[in-house]
């Protein structure tokens, strides 16, 4: 492949004949002369043509490889925005159903204190059936903390999952992009 270089030298070179075989001409030369000297300079022209045209064509392919390129970035910038978009929705999908049973385990924590403390009284004869109520009641509502305890670890654990799941896809549609 020729280089830009050698191409203007050679365009350079077909000039100078041109000028040349036209200075001849004009100093008397015979007709063949200036057969040959046409003949140069349509060869010249020819040529000169020929390069434009290499010239227009490569670039042309490399504007089409450009217009590629380009179609390409934006096709992985709108993947990368929904990647982004994603992440950032990326919240706790349970956040509601975890806040309201902390707040029956707190309000059931406020019930077990003054059951606790009645239970803990020492004048048992006198306030058995009491007793047994507030025992009873007490060991009800530890049951009920003990269940929303263990429903708020299930959810716990479900939403870690899902979001960890989330995660990754979502780096895995990044890796994808590389």
């Not at 530890?142 to 929303?148: G, H, S, Y």
Request: glycine share 2%; with cysteine.
């Amino acid at each position: 492949m020729t280089t830009q270089r050698q191409i203007v030298e050679h365009q350079q070179t077909q000039m100078q004949k041109v000028k040349n075989s036209g200075a001849i001409s004009f100093n008397g030369s015979s007709p063949s002369s200036d057969d040959k000297d046409e003949e140069m300079s349509r060869s010249a022209l020819s040529a000169f043509r020929a390069k434009e045209e290499e010239i227009e064509r490569k670039k042309m392919e490399v504007r089409e490889r450009v217009q590629a390129q380009l179609g390409r970035v934006e096709e992985e910038t709108k993947r990368l925005a929904e990647i982004r978009e994603e992440l950032e929705a990326l919240g706790d999908p349970m956040r509601k159903e975890v806040a309201m049973i902390r707040k029956r385990i707190d309000a059931v924590n406020r019930e077990l204190r003054p059951l606790g403390q009645s239970c803990q009284k020492k004048d048992f004869i006198r306030r058995e059936k009491e007793y047994k109520e507030a025992l009873e009641a007490f060991n009800e509502k530890n049951k009920e903390k003990a269940q929303l305890l263990t429903k708020l670890m299930e959810l716990v654990s479900e939403s870690e999952k899902l979001r960890m799941k989330k995660l990754e896809e979502l780096s895995k549609n990044i890796e994808s992009i590389q």
